[in-house]
């Protein structure tokens, strides 16, 4: 077997890896570039095949939903079967009603934890993994008999921290080749470690207690774990989680019941449809969809006398509706996503802005979708592979002083596992 990264070895963004075992190949992960600016302008990387033109190039493997693993796929042709997790499908079929460029995948076949599947001459188990991202795997392969291990994005300090426990525990064994994910590396000191959900939790059920009006929290309803805790803060604070049909939708889709979701049996969650998205809803002919959670609705004449007990996963667009309801005394901000959003020019930065017009206090509370220094050093430890080499970071030259057999791969060279 021979890999080789097309791109990933110096970058975070447009992951994508080949893999070649006796004439037949796979990808895992085909990615957006971070620096692309949109999909047109954005070349595919140069994987034989991915015109649809070569038999040999047998499925494309996408560890999770995250645009940087999947975001070129919609370039390559259709005829090269997917293979991704079964919530990674729904919840991307969900948010391409809603959300612009994003776009519905059909899985030919699904990753699921722990499950054997043979590819060509590719035998995959996926584990799922701790991040950011539901539904996220890291994928031990073996073909010829050698084997790789692949650690997608992952953390330890999540929802599903156990899984990363279970991962360092019952590492897969014997792996020659271990390409790992270093996304923190650069932004953390090698010796500090980021908060865990559960410590997120207990932050926002302070602040949610501080807060005389509505707590809105800017997060993406993708990130799960983050909708979950703060779900939690709200019902342990005796408030309502206000969540938008696109966040409804999404997750509906995760199709997990321990998942808060407007369905029959839930408290402490309500759905507002901003006028906006109503609007949407009516232009796309998608309207019925709201239907299923009529008795959750939460009209806009209600929004100021709820407000004192309620939180809303917000998007700055959403001001306007709370303006126009009246809805924004003793109102607060929390920014619950990546820093990096409320640099200047961005849409944070303008949600920023508007906050201290209004005199609204704008507070950041957020924690990582990757695992820290510490924790990649237990998980490089437990796989124990015979050569490590990092992939989705950025300081690549930082692994050698923090992880034993590092060996440096270029963007586009092979590699024999
Ligand atoms: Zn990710
Ligand atoms: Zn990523």
Known sequence: MRIRIHRGTREIGGTCIELESAGSRILLDLGLPLNATDLASTLLPEVDGLDGGSADLLAIILSHGHRDHWGLVPK????????????????????????????????????????LIQIGPF????????????????????AAG?????????????????MFEALVHTPPRAIDIMLMEGSSLGRLADDESFPTEEALENIFVDRFKDTTGMALVACSAQNIDRVVTVYRAAKRTGRTLVVDAYAAEVLKATGYDN????????????????QRQRLHLKNNGIAPLVDSYREFRLWPEQLAQ????????????????????????????????????????????????????????FETIHTSGHAGPGDLRRLAAAVAPKKLIPIHTFERDKFPSLFEKVVLANDGDWVLV
């Not at 995959?124 to 073996?142: K, M, N, T, W």
């Not at 998942?259 to 901003?274: D, E, M, Q, R, T």
């Not at 929390?334 to 206090?361: H, K, N, T, V």
């Open 76 to 115: 390559a042709s259709r005829k090269i079967p997917l293979v991704m997790g079964k919530a990674t499908e729904s919840i991307m079929r969900a948010a391409a009603d809603f959300v612009p460029d994003a776009i519905a995948l059909n899985a030919a076949r699904y990753l699921e934890h722990g499950k």
């Open 123 to 142: 035998a995959i188990v996926p584990r799922l993994v701790d991040h950011s991202g539901f539904d996220a795997y890291a994928i031990e392969i073996e």
């Open 146 to 162: 050698k084997r790789l291990f692949y650690s997608g994005d992952l953390r330890a300090h999540g929802r599903k921290a156990k």
């Open 259 to 274: 998942i808060p979701k407007p369905v029959a049996g839930w408290s402490n969650l309500a759905v507002f449809i901003p």
């Open 306 to 361: 709820k407000a004192s007990r309620a939180v809303m996963l917000f998007r700055p667009w959403m001001m306007r509706d709370l303006d126009q309801a009246n809805a924004l005394s003793g109102a607060k901000v929390f920014w619950s996503q990546w820093d990096g959003y409320l640099r200047a020019g961005s849409p944070g930065a303008a949600l920023m802005a508007d906050c201290e017009s209004r005199g609204i206090p």
